[in-house]
């Protein structure tokens, strides 16, 4: 019976020693397929950090022109930017104590002043009295209705703005003409140039005015007194 039960126990022992085993070899499998997959995860994330990168940069400078024009009274001297906000030109006519029949003439001239072209145009013409008060006196309407003024607009290079200005005279033919020297019409854009290489103005527009007090001109203009100014409009095109 003794060596029953001693059999019995050896049997019992086999069991659990294969169960063990098993259970050794399950738990080997999992654990290596647990590592391999720890493998993969490496290789993978290895394989992210090591990705090669290049970069291209391009860059450049952005800036703006200028536009603006400036004017001078004949074919010398330097332009200026006379405006709204600085004295008017003042146009020489030489018309004081003006009678009938006679005639003055003045050249106006204009370019660009900044880097960028456009076109200028004579816009409008006011009048005020002599002592730049509104024309309300019967001889100053008389004087300001009875005037006639005669514009000629032509283009010219640089070099050769003083010839342009030379050549307006009282005899200078008008492209448009005006009774009254308020009631000019408006003027076609003349073209402003400006050289790409230089920045600078490449040419210059004259305004040749020719006013004229008419021979018929009736006495009641006599000791009336009126100051026209003539505006110039600039405008990129």
Known sequence: MAVERDLGAAVATSRRDRRHARQRSRTLRRVRALLAGGLVLGMGSAATVAAWTD???ATS???AGTF????RVGGTGAFTSPGPSTNTLQVPLNASGLYPGQVRAVAIQVMAGGTVGGAVTLSGVSVLNGADGAVTAAADVALRDALTLGVKVSTSTVAGAAAAAAACTTGTGADATAVGIQNLPALSPATLTVDAQSGAASNVVTYCMVLTLPSGTTG??????VKPTWTFTGTTT
Do not use: K
């Open 220 to 225: 009641a203009a006599q000791g009336g007194a």
């Open 55 to 57: 970069q291209e940069l």
């Open 68 to 71: 603006s024009i400036v004017s």
């Open 61 to 63: 400078s952005v800036s």
